[in-house]
């Protein structure tokens, strides 16, 4: 079932032409990735999707009552503003039986009473999420969301998306650079260069003469063996 | 004197202890402190012409704040915000200045308004702060929640359906009205640090923006009562005397603080 609809959709930000021709369909319990290079619009279309900005036309169809968990790209907490992860899931609306029982399996535990600017962007990252997932939504758009983790919180977090989207049948819209993960997550995956080059599943999409066009370079990069070149002698002392 | 004292002098200073903690607040969070000094600068403009013209000040005060904020708005995507603080900040006083060379026969105390002067304050004043403080606290405790996730992250604000725009409307026009009113008692030059500093030694010592607002008010309650208490017993400016117990309180609570932090590490 189609949770959201989005044809025909253009948008332009002082006459550059920054999404054109963008046609989604958005299907309850599934993963869908949009991956594509820098400035490629992915971080537009997940801001239109939530309102945040109005496109120049296009159909925005959703379902009624939809309800949107969002993590934005850029976070940053002042050092002049105190604030604990427990009063901004406050002022977010959220109470106590909503996040906590997502903290434990976020390891945010020890963190509840931290001031939010002397978080690591790791743990400011899982935070956020909390914060996406806690309010029970029908979508959930993470831009970006895997920005801060390390390699093992990356994978942790798929996981858990994967359980989240399963358990729940939300809809899971994830904007990310890491097609590794990317692909080996999504339900589907959309490769985004101010307009839509191509989408399907992952096995699809890999095989696409324009994803390849677009990844090339990364996906060599992927399939090379990580070579250790010593240019320098390890010292008994120091090894 | 004493009833001048307890029915306009007590008062203003209570609100204006209010004002200082909240809007001081907003202006630390917000990063407007280079926009709040160049504004309570930018009001000697308006208050010059209201000298040289015989206009109403506190019109005049806040019809040239208006406009140069909106300056800054229309000429932001051009420029940081910054550089155009720094471009315009002091340009509002040159233009006092020179206007008022023009008039030689109207005097302006450009002393009084640089450095403020509680004994200019009258009983408009007070009707005028009260009103805006009153607008100020209803509007800020109704949408407390609303505010501070729109200062934390306008994005994530935007998703939850939150109208930033008006939120950061209300946020500069309170600002603007509270320096109109204010400038003339506490002067253009002490006005932003009267604003900031209670506001950054609270943040070192509290822990959620609410009590931070609360203590701002306090800290600047307390440094306006004891910098008026020195100015009176050693008869020093009173502005000047109020903007250094400011600092001495930051001074002391930032020492408590940073030594909190570190035996708390160890």
């Known amino acids: 079932m189609n949770i959201l609809e989005i044809s025909h959709l253009k948008h332009l930000n002082e006459d550059q032409v920054i999404l054109e021709n963008i046609n989604l369909k958005i299907e309850r319990g599934k993963i869908f990735s949009i991956i594509g290079p820098n400035g490629s619009g992915k971080s537009t279309i997940a801001k239109i999707i939530c309102e945040i900005i109005k496109p120049t036309s296009g159909k925005i169809k959703k379902k009624r009552s939809l309800k949107i968990g969002y993590v934005p790209q850029q976070f940053h907490i002042d050092k002049f503003m105190p604030i604990s992860a ?37 743990e400011l990252q899982r935070i956020l999420l909390v914060n996406a997932f806690a309010s029970n939504p029908d979508l959930l758009v993470l831009d970006e969301p895997t920005q801060y983790l390390d390699i093992d919180g990356q994978i942790e977090l798929y996981k858990i998306i994967e359980e989240y989207a399963n358990l729940h049948k939300t809809a899971v819209l994830i904007i990310s650079h890491d097609l590794h993960m990317v692909m080996k997550s999504s339900d589907h995956v959309i490769c985004l260069n101010r307009h839509i080059c191509c989408e399907g599943s992952a096995a ?6 324009d994803f390849n066009k677009l990844f090339g370079n990364q996906l060599l990069s992927l399939v090379v063996p990580y070579q250790h070149h010593h240019n320098h002698k390890h010292g008994q002392e120091n090894d | 004197m004493t009833e001048t ?18 809007l001081g607040s907003f ?5 407007y402190s280079n926009m709040s000094e160049s504004i309570s600068h930018f009001s000697v403009l308006g208050a010059t012409i209201s000298f040289l013209f015989s206009y109403n000040m506190n019109l005049m ?3 040239t704040s208006v406009i140069y904020v909106a300056l800054l708005y229309m000429m932001r995507k051009r420029f940081s915000s910054d550089t155009l603080v720094a471009l315009f900040a002091n340009i509002g006083l040159a233009l006092a200045l020179v206007l008022s060379a023009f008039f030689n026969k109207v005097r302006v105390d450009f002393m009084s308004l640089l450095f403020g002067d509680i004994l200019l304050a009258n009983q408009n004043d007070l009707i005028s702060l009260s009103i805006t403080t009153f607008i100020i606290l209803v509007v800020t405790i109704f949408n407390w929640k609303k505010i501070i996730l729109t200062i934390l992250n306008a994005d994530l604000a935007k998703s939850k359906s939150i109208n930033t725009s008006l939120i950061d409307f209300f946020i500069i026009t309170s600002i603007v009205a509270y320096i109109t009113i204010a400038v003339k008692i506490i002067g253009a030059i002490l006005l932003s640090s009267m604003l900031i500093l209670p506001a ?3 943040s070192m010592v509290t822990s959620n923006p609410k009590r931070m607002v609360l203590l701002s008010m306090v800290l600047s309650l307390l440094s306006q009562i004891t910098g008026m208490l020195v100015s009176l017993l050693h008869d020093l400016s009173t502005s000047g005397s109020i903007a250094l117990c400011s600092f001495v309180i930051f001074c002391v609570l930032g020492i408590f603080a940073t030594l909190k932090t570190s035996l708390s590490r160890q």
């Open chain 1, 86 to 122: 427990e009063y901004f899931f406050n002022i977010n609306g959220l109470t106590k039986s909503d996040y906590l029982p997502l903290i434990s399996k976020f390891r945010l535990a020890k963190k509840m009473h931290r001031n939010l600017s002397q978080l690591s962007g790791g």
């Open chain 1, 204 to 209: 699809d999409v890999q095989v696409n003469e």
């Open chain 2, 5 to 22: 004292i307890l029915t306009l002098y007590c008062p203003l200073i209570f609100l204006i202890a209010i004002n200082s903690g909240l």
């Open chain 2, 27 to 31: 202006v630390l969070w917000k990063k």
């Open chain 2, 61 to 63: 005060i806040f019809i």
């Open chain 2, 200 to 202: 950054a030694t609270a």
